[in-house]
Nanobody, 120 residues
Framework: QVQLVESGGGLVQPGGSLRLSCVAS????????MGWYRQAPGKQRELVAI?????????ADSVKGRFTISRDNANAKNSLYLQMNSLKPEDTAVYYCNLATWIGSHRDYWGQGTQVTVSS
């Protein structure tokens, strides 16, 4: 069983920074990508940033230049991070960690989410 645990959310003022972390554990094989998604109240879940097995990254236009995704795969760790700078009120959402695998078919794993609130 695969588990993803996020941390690092909280309340921050506009212009501030937060760093989200996600630790994956369990029987993890054939990772194709890891990423961060977010869901604001009344809206659909959307991709924030993704990093592939090969290290390529992709960002939503709304966060380019402000957010940075990174990972740590050393020593069999599967940790994912999201450095968020210059936060805006519209970044307020629940942020979810995602791990995608491919073993004959695609499968997604999700964390429980961490709340990020940007408000003065």
């Amino acid at each position: 069983q695969v588990q993803l645990v996020e941390s690092g959310g909280g309340l921050v003022q506009p212009g501030g920074s937060l760093r989200l972390s996600c630790v994956a554990s369990g029987s993890i094989f054939s990772i194709t990508s890891m990423g961060w998604y977010r869901q604001a109240p009344g809206k659909q879940r959307e991709l924030v940033a993704i990093i592939t097995r090969g290290g390529s990254t992709n960002y939503a236009d709304s966060v380019k230049g402000r957010f940075t995704i990174s990972r740590d795969n050393a020593n069999a760790k599967n940790s994912l991070y999201l450095q968020m700078n210059s936060l805006k009120p519209e970044d307020t959402a629940v942020y979810y960690c995602n791990l995608a695998t491919w073993i004959g078919s695609h499968r997604d794993y999700w964390g429980q989410g961490t709340q990020v609130t940007v408000s003065s």
